[in-house]
């Protein structure tokens, strides 16, 4: 990309302008963005560089997918008010979190197996976050151990967000690390305490994990491998007893090959045929999918999290206000309206539905996290106006990682922030603190 001349007045106009200046410069020599601009075309673009069943992973939600529908349609409900006349020269997308000013109100979601989108994964998305100074929420079901994701953008702020395992040991682990590594908040995400019923992957009969994918965080655990290793020896070698043996098909060989290459983080050998032999590799896979998630969860369980870590603890989840109140109680760090981007209930409430009656609720005492539905800058600013304290980016940034890599997150990253600047300038406002219900007209 062609960068901004030094003397270029867009430089001191913000990003918008900025963003602006690169393009149409490049565009004189013919060089379009990496990423389309559009939300729509971006989706499109994704579908056609990824694999049928990555798309359908990221892409896909739960049931007939009214809820992601819902997410989207709820935006249509809030137009913003245009002021004209009010110098916006200088505005600041600047905004207070986790106890420091951060350079815009744009985080990153955790996102998992990022591999089947690109193979530099999570550590192509943490240097693209860390070149906007967007903190980046590592994923459980991450394609890299997040020590590698902290090696690959050193000192960039980053979360961490756990899947609540049925191991205690484990969780003790998976935050002893996030910890040691640099993150500066845990995000316990809630609810996948079950698995949705996300009938793109069932109709493609595809779940990552199931081929080693996603698994990351676990196999470089030492917990993890201890628990590996203790059913491995207990194993008699036969067929799994929940089910029968898999057919054997090109399909099934391919899936055995990349379990086999994905076990060498347990075998320590880089020999394919070891691994084959290994039954390391297998087992990590039952082991995973029996300690994933624990639908026994409570609300007295998340004291155990204190115990584990001093760092923040956001609940990522939270839907109900009276929910927001528990969390209150139980003195969380802060509160995510998220319903996991519509894949995990069909007919779910939509996030932007309940935004105003939580931040109501929490009343400024914890910042409030929102995510699902958010495609652009514009609904950023929606999000703002009705109490977010930051609004989550999602699968627009995978949608950027797919068709593009490293350049492509940039671009998504940079493009929200540009649109978000324009908006709050045309609606009147120089800093995000300004966007409120005034700035917003109900439809």
């Not at 076990?263 to 070891?274: I, N, V």
Request: proline content about 6%; overall charge negative; some cysteine.
């Amino acid at each position: 990309m062609v960068s901004v001349a030094p003397n270029d007045p867009a430089a001191a106009r913000g990003i918008s302008r900025r963003t602006q200046s690169d393009i149409y410069r490049a565009g004189i020599s013919g060089i379009r963005p990496a990423v389309p601009t559009d939300a729509a075309a971006l989706e499109a673009a994704a579908e056609a560089a990824l694999s049928a069943e990555a798309f359908a992973y990221i892409a896909g939600g739960a049931g007939s997918e009214r809820t992601v529908a819902a997410n989207r349609a709820e935006f249509d409900r809030w137009q913003i008010w245009p002021h004209p006349l009010r110098d916006v020269s200088a505005r600041d997308l600047s905004v207070e979190f986790l106890g420091r000013t951060r350079p815009t109100p744009l985080v990153l979601a955790p996102l998992g197996v990022m591999e089947m989108a690109h193979p530099e994964a999570d550590l192509a998305v943490a240097r693209a976050a860390a070149s906007a100074g967007v903190p980046y929420t590592v994923s459980n079901q991450a394609s890299c151990p997040m020590e590698r994701v902290a090696q690959a953008a050193p000192g960039a702020p980053r979360m961490f967000q756990l899947y609540w395992s049925a191991s205690d040991e484990l969780n003790a682990s998976l935050l002893g690390r996030a910890e040691a590594s640099g993150c500066e908040a845990i995000v316990v995400t809630l609810d996948t305490h079950l698995l949705g019923w996300r009938t793109r992957d069932l109709d493609l009969g595809y779940l990552p994990f199931t081929r080693g994918l996603g698994i990351a965080q676990y196999t470089s655990d030492p917990v993890f491998r201890e628990l590996v290793e203790e059913r491995a020896g207990a194993s008699t070698g036969s067929a799994t007893p929940d089910g029968p043996a898999v057919k054997v098909t090109p399909k099934a060989v391919a899936a055995g090959l990349m379990i086999a290459r994905k076990g060498a983080a347990l075998t320590g050998s880089q020999s394919l045929r070891e691994n084959l032999r290994s039954p390391l590799p297998r087992t990590a896979i039952e082991t995973f999918l029996d300690v994933f998630s624990t639908p026994a969860l409570t609300w007295d369980d998340l004291a155990k999290a204190r115990e584990w870590t001093g760092l923040p603890i956001i609940l990522k989840g939270v839907m109900h206000p009276d929910d927001a109140a528990r969390a209150l109680d139980a003195g969380v760090d802060g509160v995510w309206i998220s319903n996991h981007g519509g894949r995990q209930i069909d007919h779910s409430v939509p996030t932007l539905a309940v935004l105003p009656e939580i931040a109501e609720r929490v009343g400024g005492q914890v910042p409030v996290v929102f995510d699902s539905g958010v495609r652009g800058g514009a609904d950023v600013a929606i999000a703002l106006a009705l109490g977010a304290s930051v609004v989550a980016l999602g699968r627009s940034y995978a949608y950027g990682l797919g068709i593009a890599g490293e350049q492509g997150v940039r671009e998504v990253i940079r493009n929200v922030l540009a649109e978000l600047d324009i908006t709050l300038g045309l609606a009147g406002l120089t800093a995000i603190g300004q966007l409120d219900r005034d700035a917003l007209r109900a439809v």
